[in-house]
């Protein structure tokens, strides 16, 4: 079945960087889009960017330009997004999606909690 | 950057009941529209897409309807699981963004 499994929680200090990577299976992992989406505790949901895992185009949301990165390594199936410069505010679980449009299936989401 | 507006923000019902979820869009969007279910402590669910096409698997109570700027989701006969979150996105334009969430709770 297709699936995305995301990388296990991560605790770091303000002004780090974390990498979260997302593994797909069931499916051509470069037929298809990858999203990254955020949601801090008890908020919404917030759309970070995508990566076209073929060309590795992207695209970013104007609020993380420049502190986040997409990257994807096809030779095992997996996706990667890394926020540079952490701050408390960055705390929340976030999940990748697969699609261009409606995003189906999600990753299982991996919290990342910003704290001195 | 398109603005998603759902409403209510939360919403009390039982067993059985029929409720509209409202989305409005801050412009047109045809019908690029899809909604998602999340529950607590797990990923968002596709429940529909292209604003009224049913995401295979997911049940028939759950039906979507609208173009341009107005969409509605409607569970026609609540059950138990369905009391969860619900979304609204759009995927007319980049970035893509989400409506602020529907909290359905049991009365």
């Known amino acids: 079945q297709v699936q995305l499994v995301q990388s296990g929680a991560e605790v770091k200090k303000p002004g780090a960087s974390v990498k979260v990577s997302c593994k797909a299976s069931g499916y051509t992992f470069t037929s298809y889009d990858i999203n990254w989406v955020r949601q801090a505790t008890g908020q919404g949901l917030e759309w970070m960017g995508w990566m076209n895992p073929n060309s590795g185009n992207t695209g970013y949301a104007q609020k993380f330009q420049g502190r986040v990165t997409m990257t994807r390594n096809t030779s095992i199936s997996t996706a990667y997004m890394e926020l540079s410069s952490l701050r408390s505010e960055d705390t929340a679980v976030y999940y990748c999606?697969?699609?261009?449009?409606?995003?189906?299936?999600w990753g299982q989401g991996t919290l990342v909690t910003v704290s001195s | 950057a398109i603005r998603m507006t759902q409403s209510p923000s939360s919403l009390s019902a039982s067993t059985g009941d029929r409720v509209t979820i409202t989305c409005r869009a801050s412009q047109g969007i045809s019908s690029y529209l899809a909604w998602y279910q999340q529950k607590p402590g797990k990923a968002p669910k596709l429940l529909i897409y292209?604003?009224?096409t049913l995401q295979s698997g997911v049940p028939s109570r759950f039906s979507g309807s609208g173009s341009g700027t107005d969409f509605t989701l409607t569970i026609s006969c609540l059950q138990s699981e369905d009391f969860a979150t619900y979304y609204c996105?759009?995927?007319?334009?980049?970035?893509?963004?989400f409506g602020q969430g529907t909290k359905l709770e049991i009365k």
């Open positions: 996105q759009q995927y007319y334009s980049y970035p893509r963004s």
């Open positions: 999606a697969r699609g261009r449009a409606r995003l189906d299936p």
């Open positions: 292209a604003a009224s």
